[in-house]
């Protein structure tokens, strides 16, 4: 992707907690990049095309024949690539397993706010199970994700708690777990196989890591999953398992982090890693490992 693709640069997060308190975490350096995904996608399958890809457009896959070949709309294959996301149909027919999901919708807006921070807000009042956004851009990403199902209405009482309106409203699902995504002649990748960091919703690396380790196995598809989550697999399983325990700390339990968070900005701002999550939590555990137990005996019990 070209530079003109990059909407704005991330620097830093305000933190919301329940409560109220307001948290700044980074600030010195660029985490992230605000990205126009349509400018994206359209680079990607440019580079496709240039490398031999056709695109067969005004269609929707509704049946696989597999046999010797794979057949899908009188096109056959020998092997067969699942990238037709969370519900994904490839998943479905080759028995890849369930995953969860949470309810995702944005729209864009004005809202005033410093440019280089995204604003989080962490509360089961306003997104339960997850957290609402806004990303600075020319007009605001405004948006949320929950595990309830009628995201619209919390949304709705989002922007009425902003006071600003949004338009353009998308909505859509994060994958919540990781499926099996590799057999023998099948394999899938992105948010069909679930590769989504649970902690944020953040997909774009975790499936671009994908992709690449794919390709590198195109040969063998039960190697790309075994090296794959050798790696950042690993980290997704632990972003599913913070996740979990976030989700059964309730409000309460949200605020006490504030308090830990608060005290060990210095650490977080060191190692935070918005692609590895767990590397700050890990040196909090290890600065704090009797307040991190009692945290996460807390939640499951």
């Known amino acids: 992707m070209h530079d003109e693709g990059i909407v704005n640069e991330i620097k830093g997060a305000i933190v919301v907690f329940p409560d109220g308190k307001e948290i700044v975490i980074g600030g ?14 359209s680079s ?12 067969v457009l005004g269609k929707k896959v509704k049946k696989i024949v597999a046999k010797e070949f794979f057949e899908i709309e009188g096109i056959k294959a020998r092997r067969l690539i699942g990238a037709d996301g969370p519900k994904s149909l490839v998943a479905r027919q080759f028995n890849m ?64 708690k902003l006071n600003v309106s949004t338009n353009e ?41 994908a992709a690449m380790m794919l390709a590198e196995h195109a040969d063998n598809f039960l190697e790309y999953e075994r090296d794959y989550m050798g790696g950042v697999g690993k980290e997704l399983k632990r972003c599913i ?30 190692y935070g890693d918005i692609d590895y ?7 909090i555990a290890k600065k704090h490992p009797l307040k991190t137990v009692a945290a996460i005996a807390k939640a499951f019990i």
Request: charged share 25%.
């Open 28 to 41: 010195d350096r660029t985490h992230a990049f605000v990205i126009d995904r349509r400018a994206f996608d």
């Open 44 to 55: 990607l399958a440019e580079k496709a095309m240039a490398e031999g890809a056709e695109y």
């Open 97 to 160: 397993g369930e995953i969860g999901f949470f309810n995702a919708i944005q729209g864009y807006g004005k809202y005033e706010m410093d440019e280089e921070f995204v604003k989080i807000f962490l509360s089961n009042e306003i997104a339960p199970g997850f957290f609402a956004w806004i990303i600075p851009a020319d007009e605001a990403r405004i948006g949320l994700a929950t595990l309830n199902k009628n995201v619209r209405k919390y949304f709705n009482a989002f922007l009425k």
């Open 169 to 209: 409203i998308t909505a859509g699902l994060i994958p919540f777990g990781l499926r099996k995504f590799a057999r023998e002649r099948v394999a899938l990748v992105g948010d069909a196989a679930g590769q989504t960091k649970a902690t944020s919703g953040g997909g774009l690396y975790a499936g671009m890591k």
């Open 241 to 270: 398992f913070m996740r979990k325990i976030l989700n059964r700390m309730g409000d309460k339990g949200l605020n006490s982090i504030a308090n830990i968070v608060e005290e060990n900005i210095d650490l977080i701002n060191k």
């Open 277 to 283: 999550p767990s590397i700050v939590a890990k040196e």
